[in-house]
């Protein structure tokens, strides 16, 4: 189990930050304000990403990876934090992601 933790945690940061850089290259790319459909998909892709990002955080927890304080710790928490509040915002919606139908 020692050695499926350490490829985990190195797997772990690497998935982490990808989702992070992605999450904002694609948050910066805003859609048309005119196109209900494009707006609600980007915010439910945007919505996507901090959910996978929480939920590798959850995987790093229930593995035991102890993470190094660093600058990036911040940024996971702040977003982990919109992720969780985006999240319990849609518990109980019947379409959470879903667009047009």
Known sequence: M????VQISSQLETAATRVIDSYRTFMDAEPDAG???AFAAHHAACKAALA?????MKVARIAGVDGDA???DEEQARLLAQARVALDGDEGSDDDDRVGG
Do not use: M, T, V
Not at 2 to 5: I, V
Not at 52 to 56: A, G, I, V, Y
């Open 35 to 37: 196109d209900a459909r």
């Open 70 to 72: 660093g600058e990036g």
């Open 2 to 5: 020692k050695a499926l933790r």
């Open 52 to 56: 996978h990002l929480d939920l590798l």
